[in-house]
């Protein structure tokens, strides 16, 4: 069964890790799909994070698009899938990393993931997906 926009949008909301798909540039490569951490908010874009120069970045540039799936299995199987023009892409801040980071992170692992992250991840961008299209279910509810 279809979710209501509330409940899509609610379970997005959850910080979940996503599969992240953007379509290839190469006729002879299929979509690149990769998980990634995302933050979202009901009725707001989707963010993500990436290094600057990584093959998503430049998939996404190139494709202005891409596709998150998020799904799970307990305690009923539920997924939704938001698809949508890309609207922003500017450089990371450090505080973006620690956003992300505290989202799916315990408290008490967010400041040395961050330093971690931000000395050896190289620059980072923030790319913000408007959410266009969505599929969503509940297994359970049927």
């Known amino acids: 069964m279809a979710l209501t926009r509330e409940e899509r949008e609610r379970f997005l909301a959850e910080p979940n890790v996503a599969a992240l798909a953007v ?4 006729s002879d490569r299929a979509p690149l799909s990769v998980p990634i951490w995302y933050q979202y908010a009901p009725g707001g874009d989707v963010r993500i994070l990436t290094g600057r120069t990584s093959r998503k970045a430049e998939l996404i540039a ?5 596709t998150l799936l998020v799904d799970r299995l307990e305690p009923t ?9 890309v609207v922003d892409i500017r450089p990371a801040a450090r505080a973006d990393l620690e956003e992300m980071s505290a989202r799916y992170l315990l408290p008490e692992k967010v400041a040395g993931y961050v330093d971690f992250a931000w000395e050896n ?10 959410p266009e ?3 969503s279910s509940d297994l359970g509810q049927v």
């Not at 199987?77 to 023009?85: D, F, I, N, T």
Request: net charge positive; hydrophobic share 45%; charged share 25%.
């Open 23 to 26: 379509a290839a540039r190469s």
């Open 62 to 66: 190139a494709a202005g698009r891409f």
């Open 77 to 85: 199987v539920r997924y939704v899938s938001v698809e949508g023009p």
């Open 121 to 130: 991840h190289g620059e980072q961008v923030v790319i913000t997906l408007r």
């Open 133 to 135: 299209r969505w599929i």
